[in-house]
């Protein structure tokens, strides 16, 4: 992986906090089945994401991305029901949040420029 690559630098970074905050949630919070959803899907944007380095086409890296898009949007659905749900505290919740919202927008930005060359 190249050191300049912002998307995948954003991405595994948030896998790792994704990581700790389910080993908080099992270990203090004894939460099993929320934790478990946004650790699926936080950790599986930066899958995606890197197998875009690998695409076989302009298309496929499009469609890899526009995964890990879909991905960072339920991660973004899971932390909402975890903080409205009082598993996590709102400066919890903002942080990491906040993250994924970059990440989100990063995804977006690549793949509208990436469309926009194809054309």
């Not at 690559?5 to 990581?19: D, E, M, P, Y």
């Not at 700790?20 to 994401?49: F, H």
């Not at 695409?55 to 991905?71: R, T, V």
Request: positive net charge; aromatic residues 10%.
């Amino acid at each position: 992986m190249r050191e300049d690559n912002t998307i995948q630098v954003l991405c595994k970074s948030f896998a790792l906090r994704i990581i700790k905050l389910y080993t908080y949630l099992k270990d203090n919070k004894k939460e099993y089945v929320l934790s478990k959803q946004v650790l699926r899907s936080g950790t599986s944007i930066g899958a995606n994401a890197r197998e875009s380095i690998n695409a076989q086409s302009d298309m496929d890296f499009i469609n890899k991305l526009s995964i890990a898009l879909k991905e960072a949007n339920e991660t973004q659905y899971w932390l909402e029901l975890l903080y409205e749900s009082g598993f996590i505290s709102k400066e919890e919740f903002d942080s990491i949040y906040a993250d994924c919202s970059r990440i989100v927008a990063t995804l977006v930005k690549i793949i509208k420029t990436k469309k926009e060359a194809l054309v």
